[in-house]
DNA sequence: ATGGTAGGGGGCCTA
C-alpha cells in the first residue's frame, strides 16, 4: 500500500492540478494539509467522483487538512488528547487496507518569527504531538503520522543551511522536538528508504527558487515499528513543482508491504 | 538588496 502528504496551499485554487497529482502517484491514502477552505466547502464531489473517501477538518482561510482513502475512513478524530487548538491542523482515522493502519495528517506551526508567540506555539504543538505519538505507541493498532512538520530535519535538508538555521524551521530546537519524535520509536521513511543530501518537498514561490533548487525537506512520513517493517519505499514526487499553478510543496509517497 | 510570490478575504495576514 502506499501511503502519501502533500501541502496543497488551498484546495479550490488546486482542484485541476490535485486532481491530475492524485491520479499521477497512485496511492491508496492521502494526508492533504493547508486545504483554506470550511470543511463544508471541501470538494467532496469532484474528489469522491474519482473513487475516494474522505475525511476532512477544515476551517476559514487558514490551514486546513484532510485524509483520502480508496479504503474506507474509520473512526476519524479532529483534535490530539493533549492540546485544545482552534486551528484546523490535526486529522486521524483509521483505513482498512485491508488490514487497519491509523493514519495522522499533520501540519504544524510555521513558528515564524522566531523566538515569539508563533514559535511558542509551535513548540506547545510538536510537545502535544509527541505526548500523541506516545498515546499511539502504547495502543495495539499500526500507525503513521504523516504530513508537513515545517521542520528541516538537518543541515542536508536544505539547500543552504545558513540561510534557515535561525529560521523557524530550522532551529536546533526544531531539530531537537523532531529528533524527540523519532527517538520514542518512530522511523521516518525518506531517512530509512533513501537517506539522500538535498531532496526537498518544498521550494518558496519567491526569487526562483524551484528553478535554482534553492528547496527544503520539511513534509515527512513517521513510521511506528511494525509499519516500519512493512516499509519498502519512499519518493518524491518532484514533477508536481513544474505544473502549471503548482502548490509550492510536493507530494511524498511512503510504499509499505501488504 | 530585508526584497521577492501566492492565496484568502476583505482592506493585511500567513507562509
Given at each position: 500500500m ?6 496543497v496551499?488551498s484546495?479550490?485554487?488546486r482542484?485541476?492540478?490535485v486532481l ?10 492521502v494526508?492533504?494539509?493547508?486545504l483554506k ?10 474528489i ?5 473517501n ?8 487558514y ?5 483520502l ?30 488490514r487497519p ?9 510555521n ?12 513548540l506547545?504543538w ?9 498515546h499511539?505507541?502504547?495502543?495495539e ?46 522511523t521516518?521513511?525518506?531517512e ?62 511512503a510504499?509499505?508491504a501488504?
Amino acid at each position: 500500500m502506499r501511503i502519501a502528504t502533500w501541502n496543497v496551499n488551498s484546495i479550490k485554487a488546486r482542484l485541476p492540478t490535485v486532481l491530475e497529482v492524485l491520479d499521477a502517484i497512485s496511492a491508496d491514502v492521502v494526508c492533504l494539509q493547508e486545504l483554506k477552505c470550511e470543511t463544508d466547502a471541501f470538494p467532496y464531489l469532484e474528489i469522491e467522483e474519482k473513487g475516494w473517501n474522505c475525511a476532512v477538518h477544515g476551517q476559514k482561510a487558514y490551514n486546513g487538512v484532510a485524509i483520502l482513502s480508496k479504503f474506507p475512513l474509520e473512526d476519524v478524530s479532529k483534535e490530539m488528547a493533549a492540546l485544545k487548538d482552534d486551528a484546523a491542523r490535526y486529522i486521524e482515522a483509521t483505513v482498512m487496507c485491508p488490514r487497519p493502519v491509523r493514519v495522522a495528517g499533520v501540519y504544524v506551526p510555521n513558528g515564524n518569527p522566531a523566538p515569539g508567540e508563533k514559535y511558542d506555539y509551535k513548540l506547545e504543538w510538536s510537545e502535544a504531538l509527541e505526548q500523541q505519538a506516545a498515546h499511539m505507541l502504547r495502543a495495539e493498532q499500526p500507525f503513521v503520522i504523516c504530513g508537513d512538520y515545517n521542520c528541516i530535519p538537518g543541515p542536508e535538508d536544505c539547500w543552504d543551511d545558513s540561510a534557515w538555521n535561525t529560521d523557524a524551521l530550522g532551529l536546533p530546537e526544531t531539530r531537537a522536538t523532531f529528533r524527540r519524535l523519532k527517538h520514542l520509536g518512530l522511523t521516518e521513511a525518506f531517512e530509512a528508504c533513501d537517506g539522500r543530501a538535498h531532496q526537498y518537498t518544498f521550494w518558496d514561490y519567491q526569487a526562483g527558487a524551484f528553478q535554482k533548487d534553492h528547496g527544503i525537506r520539511i513534509d515527512h512520513v513517521l513510521a511506528c515499528p511494525r509499519m516500519a517493517d512493512r516499509l519498502q519505499g519512499i519518493e518524491i514526487y518532484r514533477e508536481a513543482r513544474a505544473l502549471e499553478k503548482p502548490s509550492d510543496h510536493v507530494p511524498v509517497i511512503a510504499t509499505f508491504a501488504d
